[in-house]
Structures are given as structure tokens and as C-alpha cells.
């Protein structure tokens, strides 16, 4: 369960990290081409949700690595499922029906929620 949770969880972390990053770093108009929804969005939102991914993404890997508070894991995990329904919702509200790596990404988060239980 240990492998498969490091697996899972690298892979997931390594995604929000870029994905995080991005939205912390870039300017509206270089996250345009990647993300429409930032036109509607205020830049604040798009920061907020960019530091929420890089924390869930820390949060994914740093306590079962360390061993300080292994559980941070699980709660890391559900709070990037509860990201990804938002992020779900937010493209279905706008008309894109493009959600599948939302999707991926929601299972992938419920999956790596339920082996961070091996740690803790």
C-alpha cells in the first residue's frame, strides 16, 4: 500500500506543483491559452487557488516523508478531491463539457486519499 501510495501521490504532486506554480507565477494572459476560465476569474482567485495546490501538493508528500503528522496526507488529498469537484462545477457552469483530466484528477485524489491511510 506504501508503494502504490508514493506512486500515486508523486505523480498527483507533481501535477499540482506545475499546475500550482503556474497559476501563483504567471499573468492573465500567459494562463489564458491554457486556462480560459481566468478571463472571469479575478487574479486573486487564480493565486489563492494556485497556492492551494502547491500546499496540497506538499501536503501529499512532506508528512509521510518525514513522519511528522502523517495525516496532513489524507487531508491534503481530500482538499485537492473538494479542489477538483470546484474546478468540475466551474467548467460545467461555463459550458465546457471538457472535464475528463478533472475527473482523472478527482479519482486520482480519492485514491491517493485512501492509501495515505497506510501512514497514518
Known amino acids: 500500500m506504501k508503494t502504490a501510495h508514493w506512486i500515486i501521490a508523486g505523480l498527483l504532486a507533481l501535477f499540482y506543483l506545475y499546475g500550482g506554480g503556474v497559476k501563483v507565477i504567471r499573468s492573465r494572459e500567459r494562463l489564458r491559452p491554457m486556462m ?25 508528500i ?5 513522519g511528522v503528522a502523517p495525516w496532513l496526507a489524507v487531508a491534503a488529498a481530500v482538499g485537492l478531491v473538494l479542489l477538483q469537484i470546484g474546478a468540475t462545477r466551474v467548467h460545467l457552469r461555463r459550458g465546457d463539457r471538457q472535464i475528463a483530466l478533472n475527473l482523472a484528477l478527482l ?11 497506510a501512514w497514518t
Open 36 to 60: 480560459e476560465w481566468v478571463d472571469t476569474t479575478p487574479m486573486p482567485v487564480v493565486r489563492a487557488i494556485g497556492v492551494l495546490e502547491v500546499l496540497g501538493a506538499m501536503g501529499l
Open 62 to 66: 512532506l508528512p509521510p516523508l518525514t
Open 107 to 117: 479519482l486520482t485524489a480519492a485514491v491517493t486519499a485512501w492509501t495515505a491511510t
